[in-house]
């Protein structure tokens, strides 16, 4: 019986872990938190949004880095997959706007305790408390790992699930990228993406706590559109965040000198009938201050922000406006201009992107191109898409397939 160890308690290494002995291999997972699935807990505020009940290629359409890259992972466990195998440890999984799922309960700790199950049932060994150090790789294949207390531990295989830097308090801390790099791989340098925008200007500070809803985040580079989508965003103490600005941050380019925001605060009128909507509006207003009128298209406290955002006196009348100045308030109500500073820092991400090449991992079964015998899954892999259950998914497929590969290789050599 083959020998594999996985590395790594979290979403990938739970699954990795349940496919490995599934495919009959004798399976040891190591953990170096008190607990697995740390990060699982606390994913969608506790509630844990577990993955997106979509097809294949609507769920490629939301990952932006390496899409292709993850056909055959999700080709052999789809989020159907994940939904079916949690209702069969007897977590139910309950569908939401969006196509979002969640367990029945909304409690991650249902999940974790479902796979937890799950494993036990298999024959998983869980070693937990147990942080490893160091890949111990002799004549171009690995033999086992050299845990933090010292204690060589063999293996036919290894599969890497340690995650990213991304919530470093859930162990999140970057092992896998050195385990990797000692291993001949490239890692391409982590960065934070699904995180929060600091901004160039002051004012989204003095809005902070405020929500927009039904609003067009719009970001460009030069003249090309990377990213446009109308929802939701949050006003911060350091710029913006909310929904809009997590995906828009998937998108950022690496030069933000050439980047660009700007926010649709009202996109379903066309310019045209927002003209005409701001003309009828102060003809009837008169002598009202400009910024109590705009309390009818605005919410109170951006309405009371934005004549002086467009170069406008706090107190001018609705009466005096002039035509230019009205054209100039239709250009701003649909494209607020923002400059982003710097994504927030990467413990504050919800993702990070970058990590091992997919380059040097073979997409059928997420093999080390390097070593025959090491196997990669989860964020630790350069893959990262959109909020909505899909960064889980992929690292529950992801870790299905390694698993499952490393203990059909394994066992196929013996």
């Not at 290494?13 to 990060?39: D, I, S, W």
């Not at 990213?227 to 909310?242: A, R, V």
């Not at 494209?335 to 927030?344: E, I, N, Q, S, Y």
Request: one cysteine or more; hydrophobic letters at 40%; aromatic letters at 6%.
């Amino acid at each position: 019986m083959a020998d594999i160890l996985v590395i790594g308690g979290g979403a990938a290494g739970m699954t990795a872990a349940l496919f490995a002995a599934r495919g009959g291999a004798k399976v040891t997972l190591l953990e170096q938190n008190e607990k697995l699935g740390k990060k699982v807990y606390i994913s969608g505020k506790g509630r844990c949004n577990l993955t997106n009940d979509c097809d294949r290629d609507t769920f490629l359409s939301q990952v932006p880095r390496n899409p292709r890259f993850l056909y055959g992972a999700l080709s052999f466990f789809s989020p159907q997959d994940m939904m079916a195998l949690l209702e069969g440890a007897g977590c139910p999984v309950t569908v939401q706007r969006g196509r979002r799922v969640f367990p029945a309960t909304e409690k991650a700790s249902d999940v974790t305790k479902a796979l937890a199950s799950l494993m036990a049932s298999a024959g998983v060994k869980i070693r937990l408390n147990t942080a490893v150090k160091a890949l111990e790789i002799e004549d171009g294949r690995v033999t086992g790992v050299r845990t933090a207390a010292g204690d060589m531990i063999p293996a036919d295989a290894v599969i890497l699930c340690t995650g990213g830097f991304s919530y470093p308090a859930t162990g999140s801390t970057g092992d896998g990228y050195r385990f990797a790099k000692e291993a001949g791989h490239t890692v391409l340098s982590p960065s934070p993406v699904l995180v929060g925008l600091e901004t160039a200007e002051d004012w989204p500070r003095a809005l902070q706590g405020l929500s927009l809803k039904n609003v067009t985040l719009t970001l460009s580079k030069g003249k090309k559109t990377l990213y446009t989508e109308l929802g939701e965003m949050l006003f911060t103490h350091f710029g913006i965040s909310g929904p809009l600005v997590l995906e828009a941050s998937c998108h950022l380019p690496e030069d933000l000198k050439e980047a660009s925001l700007r926010i649709d605060l009202k996109p379903g009128l066309t310019p045209e009938q927002l003209d005409a909507r701001l003309l009828r509006d102060f003809a009837a207003s008169g002598k009202k201050q400009l910024r109590t009128e705009l309390n009818s298209l605005l919410p109170s406290r951006l309405a009371d922000l934005f004549p002086r955002l467009c170069g406008l006196p706090d107190t001018l009348a609705c009466s005096q406006i002039t035509g230019e100045q009205r054209r100039r308030l239709g250009e701003m109500l649909k494209a607020l201009p923002l400059t982003v500073r710097a994504p927030r820092p990467i413990a504050e991400a919800i993702v990070t992107r970058g990590g091992v090449s997919v380059k040097e991992v073979e997409p059928g079964t997420l093999r080390s191109r390097i070593l025959p015998n090491l196997y990669f899954a989860g964020e630790l892999l350069d893959v990262d898409a959109h909020t909505g259950g899909y960064n889980l998914q992929i690292a529950w497929s992801t870790g299905a397939l390694s698993g499952a590969s490393a203990a059909e290789d394994t066992l196929s050599s013996l």
